[in-house]
Each structure stands twice: as C-alpha cells, then as structure tokens.
C-alpha cells in the first residue's frame, strides 16, 4: 500500500544536486494529512516540480554547452525541470478530483533524461480505497 503525496513532499532528481518540495496548488479542494492531495497531473515544472539545485545531465542543452565552453571541462548548470508527461503510475484505487492520487512510488521523467522520485511523501497516512 502506497502513501498518498501531497503538497510539501521532498522530490529528488536522478540528475539533480539538491532535494526539491513538491507544490500542490488546492485545486480539488481534497486534502491529505491536512494538506492539498497530489495527483499525477501536479507534474508541471517551475508550477508543481520546482529546481534541483544544478543539473548533472549532459542530455541538458545548458550543460552541454557550458562544458564545450570549458573546454570539455564537466560544468553543470543551474536545473530548470523539463517534465512534459505526467507521473505514473498513479493509485489504482484513489482519486483526488477525478484524477489518479500522486503515490510515493511514481515516478516523473525529465525530459533531460533524469527520473524524479518521492523520497518523503509529506504526510504518512496510507491510502486506503
């Protein structure tokens, strides 16, 4: 049984230096642990999935190019989330305003080619159907 997410929870980036919080906007009006319950859609960069620190990817055009310019020297650069699919897998079992519960075990991909996790899902209260 998966926790459900919500606004608060601590994300981290395969890719990325430094843990991020998860922003849930109270759309659904659906709460979790007294706080806005996540969904797979809150998977929007700079809206619901903010910076990481610097981003270690060199799939990412900012780090490239920084390196090239340091003469093949590794320069990452700051992390600007480029999430353009949702998180999945979503619950099974729970909806939060029509739309499958955020669980701490989806998972969101960057378009850079780093994998963003839940590693604390800001509350611990289980889903239960």
Same mark, same amino acid.
């Given at each position: 049984? +998966?926790?459900?997410?919500? !606004?608060?929870?601590? $994300?981290?980036?395969?890719?990325?230096?430094?843990?991020?919080? #998860? *922003?849930?906007? %109270?759309?659904?009006?659906?709460?979790?642990?007294? !706080?806005?319950?996540?969904?797979?859609? /809150?998977?929007? &960069?700079?809206?619901?999935?903010? %910076? =990481?620190?610097?981003?270690?990817?060199?799939?990412?055009? !900012?780090?490239?190019?920084?390196?090239?310019?340091? $003469?093949?020297?590794?320069?990452?650069?700051?992390?600007?989330? *480029?999430?353009?699919?949702?998180?999945? &897998? +979503?619950? &099974?079992?729970? #909806? *939060? +305003?029509?739309? %499958?519960? $955020?669980? /701490?075990?989806?998972?969101?991909?960057?378009?850079?080619?780093?994998?963003?996790?839940?590693?604390?899902?800001?509350? =611990?209260?289980?889903?239960?159907?």
């Amino acid at each position: 049984m +998966g926790m459900h997410v919500c !606004m608060g929870a601590t $994300l981290q980036c395969s890719f990325g230096a430094a843990p991020s919080n #998860l *922003v849930v906007l %109270p759309a659904s009006g659906v709460l979790t642990g007294g !706080m806005p319950a996540a969904t797979i859609m /809150d998977s929007k &960069p700079l809206a619901n999935i903010m %910076p =990481f620190g610097t981003c270690n990817s060199m799939s990412n055009p !900012m780090v490239a190019a920084a390196t090239a310019a340091a $003469l093949g020297a590794f320069t990452p650069m700051p992390c600007i989330p *480029v999430t353009a699919a949702p998180w999945a &897998p +979503g619950s &099974p079992t729970v #909806l *939060v +305003g029509g739309m %499958p519960g $955020l669980q /701490d075990s989806s998972k969101l991909a960057c378009n850079w080619g780093g994998v963003i996790q839940v590693v604390v899902p800001g509350q =611990f209260t289980s889903m239960i159907p």
